[in-house]
């Protein structure tokens, strides 16, 4: 783990804010000069504490109306059946996230699609003919009560 002062644990809260922000006006907002910043920002960036910038893109915007969970139980539990479907899971842009689970299911998967029909294709002609792939059981989302990518800094001692 990194260590993080309090200088550098608000420069990360501001970042998560608006990830555009330059070193003079993360200066303004933590009490550093630009510099600082500058150097901070980029040993953070280093340090992989910053893992990388993006555009939040809006789904629901682009006719990504359906979000769904899918949960994957595969057919066997061996090395070479999980890479081949940590392999499938690579290849799906649909894809959005994926987890290895405890419990009933083996696998978790978050899908962002633009309709039940593309949920019905993801489901009867990519992941259920797979050979790694057991059993699949989806939910679809009715609605969602919160999104966020920021992580709890004020935890962060």
Request: aromatic fraction near 4%; glycine fraction near 4%; hydrophobic fraction near 45%.
């Amino acid at each position: 783990m990194t260590s993080v002062d309090v200088f550098d644990l608000r420069m990360l809260a501001a970042l998560q804010d608006d990830g555009r922000l330059t070193n003079q006006q993360l200066a303004d907002i933590v009490g550093l000069s630009a510099s600082q910043c500058s150097r901070r920002r980029m040993r953070l960036e280093d340090e992989k504490v910053i893992a990388g910038y993006h555009a939040d893109l809006a789904g629901e915007a682009l006719g990504f109306t359906l979000i769904a969970f899918i949960h994957i139980t595969l057919a066997t539990h061996s090395p070479d059946n999980a890479k081949k479907f940590r392999a499938l899971v690579t290849r799906v842009d649909e894809i959005q996230e994926a987890y290895s689970m405890t419990g009933d299911a083996d696998y978790l998967l978050k899908v962002v699609l633009h309709d039940l029909k593309s949920l019905s294709n993801i489901v009867n002609n990519v992941l259920m003919p797979h050979q790694s792939v057991a059993h699949v059981r989806s939910s679809i989302v009715l609605d969602r009560l919160k999104e966020t990518q920021k992580l709890p800094l004020k935890a962060v001692r």
